[in-house]
């Protein structure tokens, strides 16, 4: 969207009525151009002043701050997975490694650079995010000859990044990761598919909800060999291409260390 | 400063509670509950027109808030916009949802006004910009903005019902928009 669009759409944008694809744009627009952020706000201030227009009708129950401060706490304060510790976590830590340095901190978001702070931050906490969860995915690994494929996730349109990886292996099922974030707002679930260059397709799973940073990490082994399969797209429930990417084959994974 | 709940919070403030928030800190949930409860409570039961939507709508935006509490940027605009959106977009998303459900008739403050009594000063300040935003407009704006704000239409649903080109609703809702945003301006000039 350039900025006549986006002026366009923005007095919806404000009351909230936006269609969805149009809001999606708005919100990635305004991140980087200050002008239409600027008439974003002010028209959004005054709209939300609707919001005090409407007649009270006292007080909400005494109960309800209980059971808000409760809802609150208990998403705030839950407990964060533990991590599995031995060779495994070492391995997947190694995985990790290899995904990040391979696709790189700048490049894990390719295309969204000139994104300002805002963007750098949730791309800083994104990365410590998926560092994170591939200690905690339970991958099994398949053997000596493993060969470990990576690549990116970019959105055709609005917003959304990640990442995937598929571990081919002889001699046991093949495995996929994939690690999206700031796909809040699309519908889900959200499916996971990858292909090879001959159109084959092999469904590999389905994501139900997102984290609070619109954020998912799913792991599956699949009997189907995953050798050639490159294409990774990720799709949303109305089967709009929500990401995709291309993986590119790594060094060979080494047998973990303790 | 958790526990201060009369005035407009400076940003600084804002952002300590947004921290607080995400933290989880008990004092900060209720400082925050303190203030915005009652508005978004209102606008659950308006909007929605039962106490439990309303009640659920108010659950469902604190912990919105929480997991968007780090997107929140003091010096972007106020926390009260912030969560009223937040609000205001959950309540017309599930009022989207639902077709079919006959809703309340809305009531505005320039028609009951309310008692100011218990409400505290950082709501009066909002209800008056919201009298004198409903004052600037015209009595077609004012139905216009009844129609998407408070009922969730589009523009372009709106003019397909009314038969006017969605230029033209599009270029009203803005204009309106605008009138609301200079009354509100001209009070806040010394």
């Known amino acids: 969207m350039n900025c006549a669009t986006v002026r366009d759409v923005l007095p919806e944008f404000a009351l909230g009525v936006a269609p969805g694809d149009d809001a999606t744009a708005v919100e990635l627009h305004v991140e980087t151009c200050a002008a239409c952020r600027k008439e974003a706000v002010d028209l959004q201030r005054a709209a939300a002043t609707f919001g005090y227009a409407l007649a009270g009708d006292g007080a909400p129950p005494a109960a309800l701050e209980h059971d808000v401060v409760e809802s609150v706490r208990s998403v705030a304060l839950a407990p964060r997975p533990a991590r599995s510790r031995g060779r495994r976590t070492g391995f997947l830590l190694l995985v990790a490694a290899v995904l990040v340095a391979s696709v790189g901190v700048g490049s894990v978001f390719a295309g969204r650079e000139e994104r300002l702070r805002l963007q750098q931050e949730r791309t800083a906490q994104a990365q410590g995010d998926a560092l994170q969860r591939f200690g905690t995915i339970p991958i099994n690994l398949g053997g000596p000859n493993t060969r470990v494929l990576v690549g990116t996730l970019v959105a055709p349109s609005g917003a959304g990044t990640g990442s995937a990886l598929t571990i081919v292996s002889k001699g046991a099922d093949d495995q996929m990761v994939v690690i999206v974030n700031d796909l809040s707002g699309r519908r889900l679930p959200l499916a996971v598919s990858i292909s090879d260059t001959k159109g084959h397709t092999v469904d590999i799973g389905k994501i139900h909800a997102l984290d609070t940073a619109g954020g998912a990490t799913m792991a599956r082994e699949t009997p189907t060999s995953l050798n050639g399969f490159v294409d990774v797209t990720v799709s949303d429930a109305r089967g709009r291409t929500v990401l995709r990417g291309t993986l590119e084959a790594q060094t060979a994974v080494a047998s973990p260390s303790p | ?190």
Request: charged fraction near 30%; aromatic fraction near 4%; hydrophobic fraction near 40%.
């Open chain 2, 1 to 190: 400063m958790q526990g201060r709940d009369d005035g407009p919070l400076l940003p600084r403030e804002e952002a300590q509670l947004m921290e607080g928030l995400l933290a989880g800190d008990d004092a900060a949930i209720r400082a925050l509950y303190a203030r915005f409860a009652r508005p978004v409570y209102t606008m659950g039961l308006r909007l929605l027109g039962s106490r439990e939507a309303a009640e659920e709508l108010t659950q469902d935006v604190f912990v919105t808030a929480w997991r968007k509490a780090a997107r929140f940027d003091p010096h972007r605009g106020r926390l009260s916009t912030w969560l009223m959106t937040i609000a205001h977009n959950q309540a017309i998303d599930r009022l989207r949802r639902e077709t079919g459900v006959t809703r309340p008739k809305l009531v505005l403050v320039d028609e009951v006004p309310e008692s100011s009594q218990s409400v505290d000063e950082d709501l009066l300040l909002e209800r008056d910009a919201a009298l004198r935003a409903i004052a600037s407009l015209s009595d077609a704006e004012r139905r216009l903005v009844m129609r998407t704000y408070f009922r969730g239409m589009t523009a372009r649903e709106i003019s397909e019902d009314d038969g006017i080109p969605l230029g033209t609703v599009k270029t009203r809702l803005r204009s309106a928009l605008i009138k609301v945003r200079l009354a509100n301006q001209q009070k806040e000039m010394p």
